[in-house]
Nanobody
Framework: QVQLVESGGGLVQPGGSLRLSCAASGSIYRMNAMGWYRQASGKERELVAIITSDDSTNYLESVKGRFTISRDNVKNTVSLRINELKPEDTAVYYC???????????????WGKGTLVTVSS
């Protein structure tokens, strides 16, 4: 039983900043890559940022230099700092984590329910 819970979304003006957080809880033997996805209204879900277990990161081209992903392996959390927000950043942001719950078992992707970020003046 693994649960991911996001927080930090809200309404912000263009140029503003937000910090999204995601906490994983439950049976976690190994936390592999963690990432943030987003889905705008009427659009496909897209990968925004990913961070591996050894802190290697990768970002969607349009958010490079504005978004920063980080993780805390003790607390089992992943965060996304978002700067210089643009209206096109408006979306539901989802936390994802690839987790092995027990030794010798397969890895499984888990998802949070999402947190809404709205960028509007």
């Amino acid at each position: 039983q693994v649960q991911l819970v996001e927080s930090g979304g809200g309404l912000v003006q263009p140029g503003g900043s937000l910090r999204l957080s995601c906490a994983a809880s439950g049976s976690i033997y190994r936390m592999n890559a963690m990432g943030w996805y987003r889905q705008a209204s009427g659009k496909e879900r897209e990968l925004v940022a990913i961070i591996t277990s050894d802190d290697s990161t990768n970002y969607l081209e349009s958010v490079k230099g504005r978004f920063t992903i980080s993780r805390d392996n003790v607390k089992n959390t992943v965060s996304l700092r978002i700067n210089e927000l643009k209206p096109e950043d408006t979306a539901v942001y989802y936390c994802n984590a690839n987790i092995r719950t027990r030794p010798g078992t397969q890895n499984t992707n888990y998802w949070g329910k999402g947190t809404l970020v709205t960028v509007s003046s």
